[in-house]
């Protein structure tokens, strides 16, 4: 009877350390499911961020195109005026020609140089939209471009675009008024 007892009580610590281990199993697995399922929010969190990021590029990136388009018709019609108005002005006019030339090229050379890079980043975000590190890497790569550390937030670099679009269209703004000028002094 002593021994079956004895027999008995191993057996029932034999059945504990089973359940303890299995409870302990199961308490780091569910604790891993949980680290996990933190990790896939914050990944799609950060990869809906990416797409609204996306999204805003893709609006500033057409609305910088049409001002360009509307740039360049409103320098090509306005060298066309001038043409009317001094037609035997050669000098004066062959000036603005060169003016409203230059204009145009420098304008057609921010349209290329946006271009490219704009596509290029819209292709990349969506190379990476299921892939984080790859996500991490092309963050990187536009602060990169954009002469910033990776360490710097995205308002400060919104804030900064802004400001060179600014800049850009108070520069456009006036060539176009010394253009007008220019036109004006000839008639």
């Known amino acids: 009877m002593f021994k079956q007892l004895e027999k008995d009580n191993k057996q029932q610590t034999l059945l504990n350390i089973k359940q303890n281990l299995q409870i302990a199993t199961t308490q780091r697995l569910e604790g891993e499911i949980q680290e996990l399922q933190k990790q896939l929010s914050d990944l799609k969190l950060s990869n809906k961020n990416m797409k609204t990021q996306l999204t805003r590029v893709n609006i500033l990136k057409d609305k910088t195109l049409q001002k360009l388009r509307q740039s360049l018709i409103k320098v090509e019609a306005m060298r066309g005026k001038a043409v009317m108005k001094t037609g035997n002005l050669k000098t004066p006019l062959d000036s603005a020609k060169q003016e409203a030339s230059w204009d145009k090229d420098k304008a057609r050379q921010m349209v290329d140089a946006v271009t490219p890079e704009l596509c290029t980043a819209k292709s990349t975000l969506e190379d990476v939209s299921g892939r984080p590190q790859e ?47 220019t036109g004006q002094n000839n008639a």
């Open 135 to 181: 996500r991490v890497d092309f963050r990187e790569t536009i602060m990169k471009m954009l002469g910033f550390n990776v360490k710097t937030a995205d308002k400060k670099i919104i804030t900064h675009l802004r400001l060179i679009i600014q800049a850009y269209e108070a520069s456009d703004k006036s060539k176009v008024a010394s253009n007008c000028e």
